[in-house]
């Protein structure tokens, strides 16, 4: 058995080899190291567009959680509900990460998910392509106008986490067109 830790959320992992992806926050493999490996260096100074950028992404990540566990709760289907809750999670963590780069302290308080989403599965589903390409599109930018090393690292590791949600909720949907072609053939 071995110890591993990942370099974006920072969490630890016992295993006989390393996931392909972070169970936590989902950064490939590429991002998951030895835990015995060096101390990270946190201490520094936030540039005043990096501290915008990460707050911006504090609210979309919150309010992507939210959305999930709500999309999660009217799921009918069980393969749908379980994968909204992935997602619910891994967006929380996600949350937790940008947190934890702009110092601020943990919620007190877990938010109400009634209301965050749509009553309709297929809804759901459109809604979360169009909030994964949006977080995609903002991490882009934002891994582009970072100078500090660590900042630049988690927004890039976000950008590709992301495109790998979106990729799952194309081949779900596509899934899902089939039983419905097949149902009505
Ligand atoms: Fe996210
Ligand atoms: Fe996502
Ligand atoms: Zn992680």
């Not at 995609?136 to 891994?143: G, V």
Request: aromatic share 8%; proline share 4%.
């Amino acid at each position: 058995m071995k110890l591993f830790k990942c370099r974006i959320c920072r969490d630890p992992y016992i295993g006989t080899n390393k996931p392909s992806h972070c169970p936590y926050c989902g950064a490939p493999q590429s991002y998951i190291v030895s835990a015995w490996g060096l101390e990270e260096d946190d201490d520094f100074e936030l540039s005043e567009l990096s501290r915008a950028n990460l707050e911006h992404a504090l609210m979309l990540e919150n309010s992507n959680a939210l959305f999930y566990r709500c999309a999660k709760e009217v799921s009918a289907d069980e393969g749908l509900s379980l994968m909204f809750k992935a997602l619910a999670k891994i967006e929380a963590e996600h949350a937790s990460i940008i947190r934890k780069v702009l110092g601020l302290p943990r919620p007190t308080e877990i938010e109400d998910c009634r209301g965050r989403c749509h009553a309709w599965e297929q809804a759901n589903l459109s809604e979360a392509n169009d909030r994964e390409k949006k977080a995609i599109d903002f991490y882009l930018k934002s891994a582009e106008e970072a100078v500090e090393p660590r900042v630049k690292e988690v927004f890039s590791a976000l950008v590709e986490i992301e495109k790998t949600h979106l990729e799952l909720l194309g081949s779900v949907a596509e899934s899902l067109a089939d039983l419905v072609r097949n149902h009505t053939i």
